[in-house]
């Protein structure tokens, strides 16, 4: 039976280990990452473990926490996906280890899930979402690749290429910050809190400190168009954040940088993992590089009190109305 255990009293040496070893092996899932895009004093998360025999870790599943508001109260916490974190999963090497055991304790122990994401084989559920990656298997050769790419992305990476690009690497993830703002954020509804600029700022440290970061920026001109974090650690590369300003998009930029790291990486034992959202137009440009989709699984379930729920839509509420009169 999985076990909760507190953050604090995990073995984060076993814990990584677990998941380095295991075949469901991902970023997400390391204590560093997790305590980087999980924060105190609003986010954190906690492991549930399975023991073996001699008290070894046999399987881990991260379980990511986010503290729950009510009129600007902190009231509790509730199971909630991170931002920078597609999906989370049970790492073991033990294939006889049933993932539903798992979701099962978790949603005993917390009443509310507003979202979990997990790859895991199919659930048997009808509170679940089907979600999907896009994936290339770089694997085969830069060749065997691109003759995947559809025409337009042949056509456009054509024209990148003749756009007078000069394409650097760096580790300074600001000039990717004010072009996400510049020409991204005000698109998304709701906004971007400064808190989530900050998450991303801490774990791009992480990544550049562990040497898994790659940022590289496209310039013309003098000026930064456009550029990409990608996250490179075991055997998959992670398109994990990018922007570019109107020159960057309609000079076909993002495509120059897809292309050049999927190039230095061809005929190496890498998929090249695109993040994808649920947007038919980003999948659609995703898939024009000839990758294929990959499922995963994102539940949610509530088991608040009607009274609750009522303070929770009110709370709601007036955060709204407040927005509307802030602006």
Known sequence: MPTFVSRQ????????????????????????????????????????VVYDERGKYRAVM?????????????????????????????????????????LLVVQQRFR?????????SKPLSSEVRTLTTHV???????DTVFSQYSSDRRLNLRRAE??????????D??????????????AIRGGVADWA?????????????????????????????AGALF?????????????????????????????QVIRDYAGQKFVFDFESPEKPSIAGFYESFGSAREPFYSFRWNRLTAFERVLIRLSRLVTSKKGNTDA
């Open 162 to 171: 003749a756009a007078n690009w000069t394409v650097s690497d760096s580790s």
């Open 231 to 259: 996250v490179r650690e075991g055997n998959r590369i992670i398109y994990l954040f990018n922007a570019a300003s109107e020159t960057g998009r309609k000079k076909n930029a993002r495509t120059l940088l897809i292309d």
């Open 9 to 48: 009293q995990l073995d984060i040496a076993a814990w990584d280990a677990c998941v380095l070893e295991s075949p469901q092996r991902i970023v997400y899932g390391y204590s560093w990452y997790l305590d980087a895009v999980l924060p105190a004093p609003d986010w954190c998360w906690m492991g549930l």
């Open 62 to 102: 991260p379980v990511p926490l986010r503290r729950k508001q009510v009129f600007g109260i902190r009231h509790q916490w509730v199971v909630h996906q991170p931002f920078f974190c597609q999906f989370l999963s049970v790492f073991s090497l033990d294939t006889t280890i049933d993932p539903t055991l798992f």
């Open 197 to 225: 600029y900050t998450i991303f700022a801490g774990l791009g440290d992480e990544l550049f400190r562990r040497g898994f970061g790659i940022l590289r920026y496209a310039t013309r001109d003098g000026r930064v168009e």
């Open 173 to 186: 993830l600001n000039p990717l910050l004010d072009l996400f703002r510049l020409n991204h954020a005000d």
């Open 136 to 142: 290339l298997d770089l694997s085969v050769g830069y």
């Open 112 to 120: 509310y899930g507003s979202s979990l994401s997990l790859n895991v």
